[in-house]
């Protein structure tokens, strides 16, 4: 269903970007800048210098009560039961047969866990969410209240810091702490979606100007520029980053998808695992690869993947790579296809596109703290 425009929502940022110059365009029901500058500048900000992303079109969801940790772990694939206060998870959140509803980030907070989902799932996540919850579990929508700004680049701690202190500096990758002054706060997260080391703050919606301003003021010395969802896609698919919709969905699996590290088969009783383990028992049929193009044309979501005569697979994601020099894509192909160096073809529209199988991430050379996928948008 297309986002018409009276029904598109605006975050509390949507005069900054007006200001700034960016180009706003309908996406998951919001009214969400594209671009500024322009795509590869920002890209190249952000793998240089700081970029500053509204992300506030993220769901926040608050599991609350006796039973909110057990829930949680019951939820989703990796262990977020037993992981310390302050901690951020990486997970997919599974049906009963194995098929992604989401992948979400989860933050250890207590004795409550603390839910950030894709935009364009908020409503599906949601509903599945307190369809499955225990009586002893309170299920709370944060979205509308929450505020989420990402503050990305080689330079995000120096500017960071400034704002939050030694914390800021101190702080792990996948790790957050909660800050407050007054009647102000906010959850400060070393985490992103770019490949470079960054920060991910979530504030109430209320205060969400005060919070840019501070940013925006703070990072100036460092040449900070605002980044719209044009480049947050291509930075996200150097590293081999999934995209809900795209690379991942319910009719994809974690192993196939390239993420079964997320997959804890030593917990039992989450949704979807006996599924998962027979898939793991049979090996998957299909792999989500990397992949670099010998060509200048960038390859379209939907192109076939040949090797040889045959069709081994589909692309689900393609952009220029422009820190690679090359474009780049990703694709479900056959495991025969999938091992890296593989030479293959993308055939689209008459077109013929040689490539090479890559490992993911493709982009290597970023500031980012881990290596790992993490999640989509």
């Known amino acids: 269903m297309l986002d018409t425009e009276s029904s598109l929502r605006r975050t509390p940022f949507y005069d900054r970007h007006v200001a700034l110059g960016g180009k706003m365009v309908p996406f998951a029901g919001h009214e969400m800048p594209v671009q500024f500058e322009g795509i590869v500048a920002e890209h190249r900000a952000v793998r240089t210098g700081l970029g500053i992303f509204d992300v506030s ?8 009560g006796p039973g909110a940790i057990a829930y949680a772990n019951h939820l989703v694939t990796n262990e977020v039961g037993a992981v310390p206060d302050g901690k951020v998870v990486y997970s997919p959140m599974c049906l009963e047969h194995g098929g992604i509803v989401d992948d979400l980030l989860v933050y250890a907070m207590g004795r409550e866990r603390y839910l950030v989902v894709n935009a364009a799932n908020f409503a599906k996540d949601l509903a599945w969410v307190r369809k499955h919850a225990p009586k002893d579990v309170e299920v709370l929508d944060e979205h509308v209240a929450t505020a989420q700004l990402a ?55 209320a205060r969400g100007l005060e919070h840019f301003d501070r940013i925006f003021d703070a990072g100036r010395v460092v040449g900070i520029k605002p980044i719209g969802l044009g480049a947050r896609d291509t930075l996200r698919l150097e590293m081999g980053y999934c995209l809900y919709g795209n690379d991942i969905d319910e009719t994809t699996n974690p192993l196939d998808a390239g993420i079964g590290w997320t997959v804890r088969f030593d917990k039992s009783g989450f949704m979807g695992h006996e599924a998962l383990r027979r898939v793991k028992a049979a090996g998957p049929t299909r792999r989500l690869v990397g992949l670099v193009l010998d ?39 056959d495991t025969a296809a999938a091992s890296n160096g593989t030479r293959v073809e993308l055939r689209a529209r008459g077109q013929a596109l040689p490539a090479v199988v890559t490992p993911r991430p493709m982009w290597t050379r970023g500031s980012v703290r881990s290596p790992k996928p993490r999640r989509a948008t």
């Open 57 to 64: 079109h993220m769901g926040e969801i608050r599991l609350r």
């Open 151 to 205: 503050v990305q680049g080689p330079r995000a701690e120096e500017v960071i810091a400034r704002l939050y202190g030694d914390r800021a500096r101190a702080l792990e990758f996948y790790s957050f702490f909660e800050w407050s002054s007054g009647s102000d706060r906010a959850l400060v997260s070393r985490t992103g979606y770019t490949g470079e080391d960054g920060f991910e703050i979530y504030m109430p919606a």
């Open 295 to 333: 060509a200048d044309r960038i390859a379209r979501p939907g192109a076939e993947v040949h090797a040889g005569n045959a069709r081994v697979g589909t692309v689900t994601s393609g952009s220029m790579g422009i820190s690679i020099g090359k474009p780049v894509a990703m694709a479900y192909v």
